[in-house]
């Protein structure tokens, strides 16, 4: 290997160090605890290294929201298309509340970037995980979910109840708590459902 590649690799083995402890560092502290000061200080290199891969903290709360994008689209990906289109629905919207579980912080990071100034672009897998809320949304058949419109309202009421079951989630401990959360947002989805098809 030549010194060109050798320092190319060292390069991408450095950028990734990065974010698996920005990564680390957010679960923790969340994207307002998350500063480019702590992050050096932990991968113990100067702040001035993280600037050359990152020209601020949008950007690498950006990278960041790709990353967990592209696991919640591998987490999502592994629900069976063959279910029904209820069970399938219900099932994605429960998968996306452990993930987001399993990934403390998440949903800010989600909230921040693709949410936020309209002027961020939205990465790309997340807008996939976004298809397939739209997908399972579509395939219901229901009167009430026809237009674009109705589709982001449908889109903006599954939203509404990630935040919810989030927020129930933070501020429980017991496992017995969290089994709580999971009922009643299955429940939440089973009423969006019968209302959308108007059962």
């Known amino acids: 290997m030549g010194i060109k590649e050798r320092k190319k690799r060292e390069r ?3 950028k990734q160090l990065i974010v698996d402890q920005a990564l680390d560092l957010l679960a ?3 994207v307002e605890g ?3 000061r702590q992050l050096a200080e932990q991968i113990e290199y100067s702040q001035s290294k993280i600037y050359e891969f990152f020209p601020g903290k949008t950007a690498l709360v950006w990278e960041l929201c790709k990353r967990l994008s592209e696991q ?4 999502l990906q592994k629900v069976s298309r063959k279910l029904p289109p209820n069970d399938y ?8 509340v452990e993930f987001h579980c399993l990934h403390p912080h998440s949903d800010a990071v989600f909230t921040l970037i693709c949410f936020g100034k309209e002027d961020i672009e939205v990465p790309e897998p997340f807008q996939k995980v976004e298809g397939l809320f739209v997908h399972a949304l579509k395939n219901l058949n229901s009167p009430q979910i026809q237009t674009k419109e ?3 309202t449908a889109l903006d009421m599954i939203r509404c109840l990630f935040v ?9 401990t017991a496992e017995q708590g969290k089994e709580r959360v999971r009922k009643i947002t299955d429940q939440s989805i089973h009423t969006f459902i019968q209302g959308w098809k108007g059962v």
Do not use: P
Not at 72 to 75: K, Q, S
Not at 89 to 96: A, D, F
Not at 166 to 172: F, K, R
């Open 12 to 14: 991408e083995q450095l």
């Open 28 to 30: 923790k502290v969340g």
């Open 34 to 36: 998350l500063t480019m």
């Open 72 to 75: 919640m689209l591998d987490h």
């Open 89 to 96: 629905l219900k099932q994605i919207v429960l998968e996306s």
């Open 150 to 152: 109705e589709i982001e």
């Open 164 to 172: 919810g079951a989030l927020t129930l989630l933070q501020g429980e």
